[in-house]
């Protein structure tokens, strides 16, 4: 089967209807910004990571990455601890709260997917699966295999 010559395009156009369709499931709360939830799902993807290594995975100055943690932890959804192997280091750990806002989003987020999914016929579903399975898998063969890469799509 030969490829349509407009796939890309087509995928780009289903990419940026499925950005809108998270987007607007995640703008129903009022808590943080988009910028920092990518941040509370760092923090809870690399356990163990103090400021620094926050930076390195938004790739900005350690003090930009210290601002958002204040913000953070002014609403109570962060806690800077020191590491109890080195108290020099201090080690940045998501609250109870910030680990059930993030539930909650992801829920809000695959609802809203699944709302757009039961509008589509069941065989057109398995073909979807498979078609991204397989993107996915070719995906990953052209990217080196680091935590880091997959943490920055959070």
Request: aromatic residues 0%; charged residues 25%.
């Given at each position: 089967?030969?490829?349509?010559?407009?796939?890309?395009?087509?995928?780009?156009?289903?990419?940026?209807?499925?950005?809108?369709?998270?987007?607007?499931?995640?703008?129903?709360?009022?808590?943080?910004?988009?910028?920092?939830?990518?941040?509370?799902?760092?923090?809870?993807?690399?356990?163990?990571?103090?400021?620094?290594?926050?930076?390195?995975?938004?790739?900005?100055?350690?003090?930009?990455?210290?601002?958002?943690?204040?913000?953070?932890?002014?609403?109570?959804?962060?806690?800077?601890?020191?590491?109890?192997?080195?108290?020099?280091?201090?080690?940045?750990?998501?609250?109870?709260?910030?680990?059930?806002?993030?539930?909650?989003?992801?829920?809000?987020?695959?609802?809203?997917?699944?709302?757009?999914?039961d509008r589509m016929p069941n065989r057109v579903q398995h073909e979807l699966l498979l078609a991204l399975m397989a993107f996915?898998?070719?995906?990953?063969?052209?990217?080196?295999?680091?935590?880091?890469?997959?943490?920055?799509?959070?």
């Amino acid at each position: 089967m030969e490829r349509p010559p407009n796939l890309a395009a087509a995928i780009d156009t289903a990419a940026e209807a499925l950005v809108g369709v998270l987007d607007s499931a995640t703008a129903r709360h009022n808590v943080v910004s988009p910028t920092q939830l990518r941040v509370l799902s760092l923090i809870i993807a690399h356990p163990h990571s103090n400021v620094n290594r926050l930076a390195e995975l938004l790739d900005v100055v350690p003090s930009s990455a210290s601002r958002l943690c204040d913000r953070l932890e002014a609403v109570g959804l962060l806690r800077r601890v020191a590491d109890p192997r080195d108290r020099r280091e201090v080690r940045l750990i998501p609250t109870a709260a910030a680990e059930s806002l993030l539930r909650e989003l992801k829920e809000r987020r695959h609802q809203a997917v699944q709302a757009v999914l039961d509008r589509m016929p069941n065989r057109v579903q398995h073909e979807l699966l498979l078609a991204l399975m397989a993107f996915s898998q070719a995906a990953a063969v052209g990217t080196p295999a680091s935590s880091d890469s997959t943490a920055r799509t959070a």
